[in-house]
């Protein structure tokens, strides 16, 4: 499968920013901005905790955003419709003075414009745990605004689910702009950041840095190793038609079924009540029968199948057809956000059950009606995650949507 979608880190990959030297005068020059209503000290520390906060959360249900102000808010004793005028007028006002800090890759603009003009989709995968606001104006500095590249996906706090070095966060990624990790190529400067966990998703993976420099030794295998015009050169001469697929592996696809469910709270959390039970077109499901039957196949399809596959020695596994349970069922009637609640606690139980196999069960085998001899990997791959990908594919059609509304520029 060719590649089709490139993804870029930004500081030290598009932008010259060395993150951790950033991070002291943007922690300083936000505080004294904010220090006519919040102790700056208290200030710092809510940020820190905040964004370890972030950098931790696993849970599907919950944005950056949510998990950031559970954590800062309080600390600081103030409420967010508080706080929020400062922080507005620190990106307008304070935050443009740190460009200082950083400095422009001649190459980040070319590259970028090659991209575009050769097709792919183009995704700024850099940390989500910044707002938007701040991601945008790093754009602008390093030449490769979003103003003038109509990029497909640009990941901030507003709306992701999980922070590197998660693979979530590349799982997410793909989720929503509807790619599929073997025809995904992950660039970025950062290897605990950047290539290792975007290898362990099976993504291909190109590391910016020094010629010459030895990666670690681990499961990632980056094609090339070099400075961006590296690899502007080794894309340009067919170094993506040279990749063969990586294999699926049990953390990729754990973590493709937790950024599923986040994607469909993403894309729905919006949606008027009204427009639930509203059918695009007659022959097609609204979204509440699209919500009831995710809901049910998770409760009586796969988690009965992946019960029996760890309890049996090389089970049979039938075929079900679940698609006449809307009409048997009555899905049209049904309270669509009951149900969607309903389907994300079934997938918590089932990402709690994959949490306790081990290697070995992952591999089990077993004999499917349609696809025959299979094992729990392969058929989690099969069976879910691509049964997920259709159906937020057809919740996005649904909606006449791309990407959800707070990533649109």
Known sequence: MPVTTLLFDLDDTLLGNDIRKFIPPYFQSFAAHIAPIADPKKFVGGLIAGTQAMMANADPRHTLQQTFGE????????TDAQLQPYIDSFYVQKFPTLRRETHTIPMARETIQWAFDSGFKVVIATNALFPRAAIL????????????????????????????????????????????????????????????????????????????????????????????ADFFNWVRNAGLASLSPLPATARAVRAQLAASLATLLELTKDVPLELWSRRPREAEWSLAEIACHVRDVELEVNQPRFRKMIGESNPFISAIDSDPWAVERDYKSQPGPAALAAFAEARLETLSLLDRLTPDEWGRPARHAVFGPTTLLELLMITIVEHDRSHLRQIKENLNLQPPKSQVL
């Not at 954590?71 to 103030?78: K, R, T």
């Not at 754009?139 to 990941?155: H, K, M, Q, R």
């Not at 660039?187 to 420099?213: E, K, S, V, Y």
């Open 137 to 228: 104006q790093r754009l602008n500095w390093a030449g490769v605004s979003a103003d003038e590249f109509p990029y497909s996906l640009i990941t901030t706090l507003e709306f992701m689910h999980f922070a590197k070095p998660n693979p979530e966060y590349y799982a997410e990624i793909l989720s929503l702009v509807d790619s599929r990790p073997e025809e995904t190529m992950m660039i970025g400067n950062d290897w605990a950041q950047d290539i290792a966990p975007a290898a362990q998703m099976g993504l291909h993976t190109f590391w910016i840095a020094r010629p010459g420099t030895t990666a670690p030794e681990n499961h990632a295998h980056p094609v090339g190793i070099g400075a961006l």
């Open 71 to 78: 954590m800062f808010y309080p600390s600081l004793g103030i």
